[in-house]
């Protein structure tokens, strides 16, 4: 699908809480969401990614949770540290390329 | 090469020029991507190749851009007659033939004054 919106575009928290990022999705034939990272000035990496056989997926600090009756799915930071601050970005694809949220601007104060 | 690798990293051209815009991928990697991202904005896409398969160019903006993708590996992006509203960082990324786990080059910031 081409339609993915992501909330919030921006988000600060303190040190220590937790940041979740949402992203909806239209087209029911998507089946693997991954989330990119990208700091500033630099390649958008990939962090972590789900498919569509599976609910939730966890690797230490991130979590990624995904409902597809809904067409949602989730990007859940605990424990935010400083260098957590970057671009995250979600998308989606049930084809051969992926299309990407608008990007939340996620910032750790101190 | 150990990454996907983009050249040149920053180019300002003049309006009305064509600019080339070369990306490397990561060796074996059967497909490629191209996207577009605008200052703040997400990640636009243009293009993409796989194999010896016809490029899917369903994401390219208007006749002005074009792209191509040498023995399978290297790929050129051309923007002819270039405008301001091209001014934008140019990203490759390369995967295993799907979408999984893509890998992006660096970039090229490409300014038209």
């Known amino acids: 699908g081409e339609n993915v919106e992501q909330h919030p575009s921006t988000l600060s928290v303190q040190e220590g809480d937790s940041a979740v990022i949402k992203c909806t999705y239209s087209?029911?034939?998507?089946?693997?969401f991954p989330w990119y990272k990208q700091e500033l000035g630099k390649r958008p990496q990939l962090i972590i990614d789900?498919?569509?056989?599976?609910g939730e997926k966890k690797d230490q600090r991130i979590a990624v949770t995904l409902n597809k009756t809904a067409k949602h799915f989730s990007l859940h930071i605990t424990e935010t540290q400083p260098e957590d601050s970057a671009v995250y970005f979600c998308?989606?694809?049930?084809?051969?390329?992926?299309?990407f949220g608008t990007g939340t601007r996620l910032t750790v104060i101190p | 090469g150990a990454g996907v690798s983009q050249s040149p990293s920053n180019k300002v051209t003049e309006k009305g020029k064509d600019v080339e815009l070369r990306c490397d991928p990561i060796?074996?990697?059967?497909?490629l991507y191209w996207y577009r991202q605008s200052l703040g904005q997400g990640l636009e896409f243009l293009i993409y190749?796989?194999?010896?398969?016809?490029?899917?160019k369903s994401g390219l903006p208007s006749d002005r851009f074009s792209a191509e993708r040498t023995g399978g590996s290297v790929s050129t992006l051309t923007i002819q007659r270039t405008q301001q509203e091209d001014s934008a960082v140019y990203l490759c990324?390369?995967?295993?033939?799907?979408?999984?786990?893509?890998?992006f080059g660096s970039g090229t910031r490409l300014t038209v004054v």
């Open positions: 990324a390369s995967s295993f033939g799907t979408p999984y786990g893509y890998t």
């Open positions: 087209d029911s034939a998507s089946n693997y």
């Open positions: 060796s074996g990697h059967t497909a």
């Open positions: 998308a989606e694809t049930g084809a051969n390329n992926l299309f």
């Open positions: 190749f796989q194999g010896n398969s016809a490029p899917d």
């Open positions: 789900i498919r569509s056989n599976v």
